[in-house]
């Protein structure tokens, strides 16, 4: 039997998920690791230990199917991260991730000195500590030997692909997430490496997402194995859903939450309130992430509940009460925020508590907290286009209730396909795509949600308040 292995290197855990080519998943593995927190605004993770988990991953599913080779492998990362190398290739850093907002006073300068806009039209990024341009400015003022000494900054995915083919190569997806590259010209922004006092040479050689690469060192059994280098996982994500094709919205809930739709043509916010990301031609990613998704559940499980009990037990007490969790509104920026916001320094909230609030009040206005900062994403999308069907992906598909409520926010119908692994999926269509294979038929649509009209009405009240505390408080933080 043919099958083809996506790879997604996340957050909290790296996947290897083999599939059949209509998109059925047939083995798959997982493997969790840590985050780093050694200052209040840093977020960390050891790329050494990423990437033994990533082979590790490949390894089980090759030994799953042995003898029998996958046709391709192809590839989904998470945007944003940053692993400064010497000339031997090996890290001299830990991977900077997404989370990491040690250069928020980096993104506020640029903007308190009306320069953000200008960086933001040139490359679709919104200036905001996420972004790699950022991240080397605060190592120059702050770190400056490492930044004078290391011999390349990379993502880590490129690191991976150093690892099996000694090369320093980057798609075309993961840099325009950089705040690095010309949206236009698809090309490393030289004006803007200027800013940075970096020249092009220190970064990787930009390549299509459908770039293919043979013969790794590491893995003799895939010689003849084709390896696609794939994208981000929000391309991928978008890619590998039905309406990633023609437009719909799609939302990811994972560690972090994005909403996001695919565009013909660069678009830009003038509130700079969205990203616009390349991922090939006459495709490019448009939207909005927040740092806050699941990380928060997990959080408040961890902290308050002593990881007791299992997941889905605690995500059913949320059943037990009301929507609007009577009037408890939780603003959930523990890791500061992203779109639509853009304030790395914005903390989390909880409003309205009186003593007949309990922990599970608590839950389920956590759960609400990250819908609504969804739909706070989603507006200036929903502005500009008629979006009839919402298609969800990550692991918080996999939660009934928490589909609801953001159908019932929303009003609009939400989809849910066979498979909720849609970045890995995504990335196998890319690769399947790059070596001209016929395309996947459409995805099953194993369940559809409805909206509530009564629920409607009481999530947009709670949503409303939402937005007028964050503006009412958004000056303390």
């Known amino acids: 039997m043919d099958y083809f292995i996506g790879i997604d290197i996340g957050t909290t855990s790296v996947k290897a998920i083999a599939f059949s080519a209509d998109g059925k998943v047939l083995f798959e593995q997982a493997i969790a690791y840590g985050m780093f927190h050694p200052n209040p ?7 050494e230990e990423m990437v033994k988990s990533l082979f590790q991953c490949v390894e089980n599913v090759l030994q799953h199917f042995h003898p029998v080779p996958p046709v391709l492998l192809s590839f ?9 190398v010497n000339d031997g290739g090996k890290a001299v850093s830990r991977c900077l991730i997404w989370a990491d907002n040690r250069a928020a006073a980096i993104a506020s300068r640029f903007h308190k000195e009306n320069r953000a806009s200008g ?7 919104p200036v905001h500590a996420m972004s790699p341009f950022c991240k080397l400015i605060w190592l120059r003022e702050h770190d400056p030997s490492l930044f004078e000494s290391a011999f390349k900054f990379i993502g880590i995915k490129e690191y991976v692909f150093f690892k099996l083919f000694g090369i320093y190569v980057v798609d075309a997806s993961i840099a325009s997430a950089t705040g690095l590259m010309s949206l236009e010209r698809v090309q490393w922004d030289q004006d803007i490496l200027k800013e940075v006092r970096l020249h092009e040479d220190r970064l990787s050689r930009i390549v299509p997402v459908h770039e293919i690469f043979k013969s790794p060192a590491l893995y003799p059994r895939l010689k003849n194995v084709a390896i696609v280098i794939g994208g981000s ?13 023609d437009g719909g919205l799609v939302v990811t809930i994972g560690t972090s939450s994005a909403a996001r739709v695919i565009v013909r043509k660069p678009e830009t916010d003038p509130a700079m309130r969205s990203f616009c990301y390349y991922i090939k031609e006459n495709h490019y990613l448009l939207g909005g992430a927040s740092n806050n998704g699941a990380i928060v559940l997990q959080w408040l499980r961890e902290n308050f509940f002593d990881s007791t009990p299992g997941l889905t037990d605690f995500l059913a007490l949320a059943g037990t009460i009301k929507a609007g969790s009577e009037g408890l509104v939780f603003l959930p920026y523990i890791l500061g925020e992203r779109a639509p916001v853009w304030n790395a320094s914005a ?7 009186t003593v007949n609030h309990t922990k599970h009040h608590v839950i389920r206005a956590s759960m609400e907290a990250v819908i609504n900062c969804v739909y706070a994403i989603s507006k200036p999308i929903i502005e500009k286009r008629n979006i009839r069907l ?14 609801q409520i953001l159908s019932d926010l929303f009003n609009l119908p939400v989809c849910i396909s066979d498979t909720v692994e849609n970045a890995a999926w995504g990335a196998v269509k ?9 395309s996947a038929g459409e995805e099953n649509k194993s369940k559809i949600f409805s909206p509530s009209p009564e629920l409607h009405l009481v999530y947009q009240r709670q949503f409303k308040k939402f937005e007028r505390l964050y503006d009412l408080i958004k ?3």
Do not use: C
Not at 76 to 84: E, V
Not at 119 to 125: A, L, P, S
């Open 41 to 47: 605004n840093w977020s960390e993770q050891d790329p």
């Open 76 to 84: 989904s990362a998470a945007m944003h991260s940053l692993i400064a």
């Open 119 to 125: 960086f933001y039209h040139r490359t679709g990024v």
């Open 233 to 245: 996982d929000g391309a991928m994500a978008n890619l590998g859903t039905s309406p990633g094709r």
């Open 347 to 353: 903390k989390g909230v909880l409003f309205g508590l």
């Open 390 to 403: 919402i298609f969800v992906t990550g692991g918080f598909a996999q939660n009934d209730l928490w589909v």
């Open 430 to 438: 890319t690769g399947m795509e790059a070596l001209k294979l016929p």
């Open 475 to 477: 000056e303390e933080f």
